[in-house]
């Protein structure tokens, strides 16, 4: 399956029947009086939120999304029905934006979550609701209310519980495949990567996603390289694994270090404030004086720990899991502000 982020789509919602004129005539009947019934409602445009999508892909062979009209109404005070709603199947973490690409008119952050975007009109009233004292034969109808349209714009944002980033080439592919099923395209040149991937990890019984997006060069924010464009998929992220080649040397380690953390601040979303775990990758490739010296220059630059770790040969990649996972764990009690700790004063 294709990765697409992004699709431009035209949604209308449908216009009410038109209200009926009519009157009752029955044999031995007199004075039947109007009996005309309203129009349907017009169906909505529906966005559902649905499990088991990662990709927007079907909305870039299909861009129109219509509903159904309301039926008009009829005699014997028979109103019409009301239209059929169109739904869009949207992936959790889709925003929805308006023309300018900047309003945002809902965001799916669940599975389940349904919103109207356009709600359909009103169906028109018949006859027999303008019957009065002194208008016993009233012989007009409503026409049903329009519908709404627009242009939207739908932007995906992966939901993940970490995000993998560095330079291109630091090895965020090759980490992802060896803790995870994912199968992400591998090899000895930079850009590898062309798209964001998913992969579900496991470390001591407890599982968590994340997602591996291209590598970031200077000036990515300003759109070279693949850009910052990626960037949104790290934004829900609770934590970012900051994997820099440490084959490089100890001066160009520093300088991808420098370079990522300036696109992370450029590019805004709250993604410099994101808690970080620096690891130095690839260090089965060098002798023990060299992985020294590279981590303590990451550690006096960056002022936190420095995990060295193997993806190929799997050296400090469980150390690494867990710091992620303690991260994550930490989010979401500071979120939900439950504690598992039994307080001191309660009897047991």
Known sequence: MKFLDEAKV????????????????????????????????????????????????????????????GKDGQGANCSGASGVDAVLRLPVGTQILAEDKKTILADLTYEGQRVIIANGGDGGRGNAQFKSSINQAPRRAET???????????????????????????????????????????????????HPVLGVVETDGNEFVVADIPGLVEGAHEGKGLGDRFLGHVERCRVLLHLIDGTSGVQAAIEAYKTVRAELVAYGGGLADKPEIISLNKVDALIEDDIDEVSEALKRVSNQEVLCISAVAGHGVTETLRAIYNHIEETETKKTGVSWEIPATAEV
Not at 160 to 187: C, E, W, Y
């Open 10 to 69: 035209y949604v209308q919602s449908a216009s009410g029947g038109n209200g009926c004129v009519a009157f009752r005539r029955e044999k031995n009947v007199a004075y039947g009086g109007p009996n005309g019934g309203d129009g349907g409602r017009g169906g909505d445009v529906v966005l559902e939120c649905v499990g088991g999508l990662n990709t927007l892909i079907d909305y870039r062979y299909q861009q129109h999304f219509k509903a159904q009209r």
């Open 144 to 194: 049903g209310w329009p519908g709404e349209e627009a242009w939207l714009w739908l932007r995906l944002k992966l939901i993940a519980d970490a995000g993998l980033v560095g330079m291109p080439n630091a090895g965020k592919s090759t980490f992802l495949s060896a803790v995870s099923r994912a199968t992400p395209k591998i090899a000895n040149y930079p850009f590898t990567t062309l």
